[in-house]
């Protein structure tokens, strides 16, 4: 029997599918998906090594909904049976201790007593449960390091939210914004546009670093300086985040806390030498340093929710993408964003996670930019991410929606990675409770190279130059247009 926000997801892809309406040669949708709502949110269970013994096809039915490998679905059976082993071997251990434990005393009483034989006898009974113990010890090490290995490649449960789906082209539209009127097109691409200008130089870029750099000058690298500036305030002044400015380099154990590592080590840079001591990497998303920020900490129940932004440069190698995007600023190995971040407790955290997506949502709608909100389904959701909204701003020149931010709720499974909990006050008391773990929540508030992509295809004019967004003209000493040098 199908579950049952199972229907609401059939519902609403058949919606988004069919219940559309033709603008610009793009189907674009007028309906909600009724499963949006937040009211409907149950908190999965948190993901560790019992629930996987205890209950193993919730796991797996979660990683066939992800269109999870057969090799990933079977290490839920093997995490299983090495945690039943590593429980046979701890007793096994605690009664070889237990043993020595006692019989140790008994033989200082018999040498005392003059009985030097059965003295000698315990002790071979005591060496043998002492090397008992340590083979139960060595044993369950090995047995904790293959089930530790086989865990970090499991991703996050699914909340039952989250559609089902193969891929991209099965995410569902919940909203869309801007598009009750007609979607311009056939506009010239963003390159050719802040080429034309003087503003962007590949060829410059490729004698200094090669493909999928760029270089921008004059008034196209001040707009995306204004842009950054701009959703930066927007986020401190109006929607209670703190900034926070961030190390670019970090250590692996801090990659491993978010997800990035170990299973998209591809993807990123990777330094050559040790930093303190570390083996280091650039950072693909500000998301990984702020999120760990607290990694290993017990924060107090009052303070939170913790909410940060911040502004960084991101680095990806693109590994998986060649052949993929190559024109233009889209898709780059470096590239800025600006970040939001939320730790919260369990029952905040569903609440807190559609705030932060509306708090992107009011940067694209300042900037008067058409964007649709894409709930993505079970094929193409991010590995730590157990819910998860993009945000698709209206490209004009390539004449498609394209992702500007991604926005996912983790719940415990990045804490948990990094050991970042809270204490609980028991309601009505001041008395503590055991430290659980927090939930946390990321997003792009937004993609700074995409806004500045999207501000170049949506307000071009005739004769080639670009109308400065409003918002954004104060952070430019008030210039209106953007005109050829």
Request: with cysteine; glycine share 8%; aromatic share 6%.
């Amino acid at each position: 029997m199908r579950p049952w926000w199972a229907s609401f997801s059939m519902l609403a892809l058949l919606l988004c599918r069919g219940g559309v309406a033709m603008r610009a040669g793009v189907r674009t949708v007028r309906t909600r998906a009724p499963f949006a709502s937040a009211a409907l949110a149950t908190t999965p269970p948190i993901l560790d090594e019992r629930l996987i013994a205890e209950q193993p096809e919730m796991v797996r039915h979660s990683l066939r909904r992800r269109q999870a490998s057969d090799e990933v679905i079977a290490a839920v059976e093997r995490i299983g049976e090495l945690t039943r082993e590593r429980a046979t071997l701890v007793e096994l251990g605690n009664a070889a201790r237990a043993q020595r434990k006692a019989l140790s005393p008994k033989i200082g009483a018999l040498l005392k007593a003059g009985d030097t034989q059965a003295a000698e006898e315990l002790k071979e009974d005591v060496a043998r449960a002492s090397k008992e113990a340590a083979e139960a010890d060595e044993k369950m090490e090995a047995v904790e390091s293959e089930r530790d290995s086989l865990f970090a490649t499991l991703p996050n449960l699914l909340d039952e939210r989250t559609p089902d789906g193969v891929d991209e082209e099965d995410n569902v539209c919940v909203d869309e914004w801007g598009t009750d009127r007609d979607l311009p097109s056939g506009r010239t691409w963003h390159d050719e546009a802040a080429a034309a200008l003087g503003g962007l130089d590949m060829d410059a870029a490729a004698k200094l670093s090669g493909s999928r750099f760029a270089v921008l000058r004059g008034p196209i690298a001040r707009l995306e300086r204004a842009i950054a500036n701009f959703f930066l305030d927007v986020h401190t002044s109006e929607h209670g985040y703190r900034e926070v400015n961030v190390p670019f380099i970090v250590g692996a154990e801090t990659l491993r806390g978010t997800g990035q590592l170990p299973k998209f080590q591809e993807d990123l840079f990777k330094l050559s030498e040790p930093v303190n001591g570390r083996e280091a990497y650039l950072i693909p998303t500000a998301e990984v340093p702020i999120t760990n920020l607290h990694a290993g900490d017990i924060l107090e129940e009052a303070s939170l929710p913790i909410s940060y932004v911040g502004y960084t440069p991101c680095f990806r190698a693109e590994a998986g993408s060649h052949g993929k995007d190559t024109r233009g600023l889209f898709r780059q190995h470096q590239f800025y964003k600006v970040e939001l971040v939320k730790i919260t407790t369990p029952e905040q955290s569903d609440a807190e996670h559609h705030a932060l997506v509306a708090h992107a949502e009011e940067c694209l709608k300042r900037l008067k930019l058409p964007y649709r909100k894409m709930m993505l389904c079970g094929g193409d959701i991010g590995f730590s991410a157990q819910l998860c909204y993009d945000l698709e701003v209206w490209l004009p020149g390539q004449g498609k929606f394209r992702e500007i931010s991604s926005c996912s709720n983790c719940g415990s499974f990045q804490a948990r990675r990094m050991n970042l909990r809270y204490r609980p006050t028991a309601a009505g008391t001041d008395k503590k409770q055991k430290p659980v773990h927090c939930h946390t929540i990321n997003g792009s508030g937004l993609a700074v190279g995409r806004t500045l992509v999207a501000i170049l295809e949506n307000y071009q004019n005739e004769d080639g130059s670009i109308t400065v967004p409003e918002v954004l003209r104060p952070y430019m000493g008030g210039l209106e247009v953007i005109r050829a040098d």
